[in-house]
């Protein structure tokens, strides 16, 4: 089946700093990736749509210039967190989609917990 | 935006009880999908049921969907310790850059 993995699972870093969050398609090409976040015991909140090749799409209230997202292959998008602060600890999970039989299924990473100290 | 409540938002069951969980919706869909999230963990696809469509089965889950009402239902049978979890349901309009609206999830606790 579909497998997309996620680097690194968890991270802890300074206030202030960046970190950059890679998500893969393996075996399959992703032409659209999704970018998640998850506060504890909550549901999931998009933050970002991007297709190979192109800019992301942001949802309202999603700071594009902190959450900086590149696609550069149909095998990988990465998320940069630039500045982290505190409030940015939260759990971030990325999904790739390929079109299958017109269902556009979505393939779910693992996740990555950023702690933001 | 949450699109899908589910509800109740917790469920607690014996073991080989019957588990149901409820999603709502409020616009037009495509498709409605149902996922697994253990704790700490990422979501697992469980069944995708189009708007066409009115029940599906797959293993021990059965998904309704009520389109007039814009709710469904996902039913596990002969629950086990292994599906606790956190269930949500997630809606797609439809179209290739189509994206999923999460509802708030349900926290099921199985008690062996």
């Known amino acids: 089946g579909a497998v997309v993995s996620q680097h690194p699972s968890w991270v802890i870093c300074k206030s202030g700093t960046s970190v950059k969050i890679e998500c893969r398609s393996l075996?399959?090409?992703?032409?659209?990736m999704f970018w998640y976040r998850q506060f504890p015991k909550q549901s999931l909140m998009l933050m970002a749509t991007s297709n190979e090749g192109s800019k992301a799409t942001y949802e309202q209230g999603v700071e594009k210039d902190k959450f900086l997202i590149n696609h550069a292959s149909l095998t990988l998008s990465t998320l940069t967190v630039t500045s982290a602060h505190p409030e940015d600890s939260s759990f971030y999970i990325c999904?790739?989609?390929?079109?299958?039989?017109?269902?556009?299924?979505?393939?779910f990473g693992p996740g990555t917990r950023l702690t933001v100290t | 935006s949450q699109q899908g409540e589910e509800d109740p938002q917790a469920l607690s069951i014996q073991e080989g009880e019957n588990a149901t969980m409820n999603c709502s919706y409020k616009?037009?869909?495509?498709?409605l999908q149902w996922y697994r999230q253990n704790s700490g963990r990422g979501l697992v696809h469980l069944i995708l049921i189009r708007s066409n469509e009115r029940e599906k089965h797959s293993g021990r889950l059965r998904v309704t969907l009520d389109t007039s009402k814009k709710s469904s239902s996902l039913l596990i049978t002969a629950s086990r310790a292994a599906d606790t979890a956190s269930y949500f349901c997630?809606?797609?309009?439809?179209?290739?850059?189509?994206?999923?609206?999460f509802g708030k999830g349900i926290t099921l606790s199985v008690r062996p």
């Open positions: 999904s790739a989609r390929a079109p299958t039989e017109g269902t556009y299924e979505q393939y």
């Open positions: 616009t037009s869909i495509n498709n």
């Open positions: 997630a809606t797609a309009r439809g179209g290739a850059n189509s994206k999923l609206t």
């Open positions: 075996d399959f090409q992703a032409t659209t």
